[in-house]
T-cell receptor
């Protein structure tokens, strides 16, 4: 399967714990995006990488959130000291230059 | 006010009906995207367009740049078309997507 993959697909954690999600983009896609989607809403932009450089971060991305793409391939999104409001679907997408974005299946986070 | 507005929020129709979902946006865009999301969360890109009209099977997407409006049409709708359809805009110089809230489509056999 050469599509965008995300791991894990589901994560249940207790409030205050740290969680890390991984996204593997389509090979050779230089752009990688993270979005967050809460129930009944459209996704919202979190952050964006071009190769290994993080070019933009949304103000939704508080200090508890950090994202990396160390070698310009896979990316990780870490949430520290999770809160119940962090419960959402975290979506990753990749694209080749300015082109349509291909989405992964998402990671559904539930914070108890 | 969201930059991207969709209507209707929910749409239920009988199998075979012609479906139209509308999307309007408030600022200039580089492209308008139509996406399909099934239960479970996976999102599939249906169309990316910056002018005119595109067709893929029973799906047609149109955009009017002057009116800042796009429509997604489904001909001969089928229960398997039931999903959430989301429009999203990308902007010059920054290709992140700004999403509408989605239209939940249910096609009844």
């Amino acid at each position: 399967d050469t599509g965008v993959s995300q791991d894990p697909r589901h994560k249940i954690t207790k409030r205050g714990q740290n969680v890390t999600f991984r996204c593997d983009p389509i090979s050779e896609h230089n752009r990688l995006y993270w979005y967050r989607q809460t129930l009944g809403q459209g996704p919202e932009f979190l952050t964006y990488f071009q190769n290994e450089a993080q070019l933009e971060k949304s103000r939704l991305l508080s200090d508890r959130f950090s994202a990396e793409r160390p070698k310009g391939s896979f990316s990780t999104l870490e949430i520290q000291r999770t809160e119940q409001g962090d419960s959402a679907m975290y979506l990753c997408a990749s694209s080749l230059a300015v082109n349509e974005q291909f989405f992964g299946p998402g990671t559904r986070l539930t914070v108890l | 006010k969201n930059e991207v507005e969709q209507s209707p929020q929910n749409l239920t129709a009988q199998e075979g009906e012609f479906i139209t979902i509308n999307c309007s946006y408030s600022v200039g865009i580089s492209a308008l995207h139509w996406l399909q999301q099934h239960p479970g969360g996976g999102i599939v890109s249906l169309f990316m367009l910056s002018s005119g009209k595109k067709k893929h099977g029973r799906l047609i997407a149109t955009i009017n740049i002057q009116e800042k409006h796009s429509s997604l049409h489904i001909t001969a709708s089928h229960p398997r078309d039931s999903a959430v359809y989301i429009c999203a805009a990308s902007h010059f110089g920054n290709e992140k997507l700004t999403f509408g809230t989605g239209t939940r489509l249910t096609i009844i056999p």
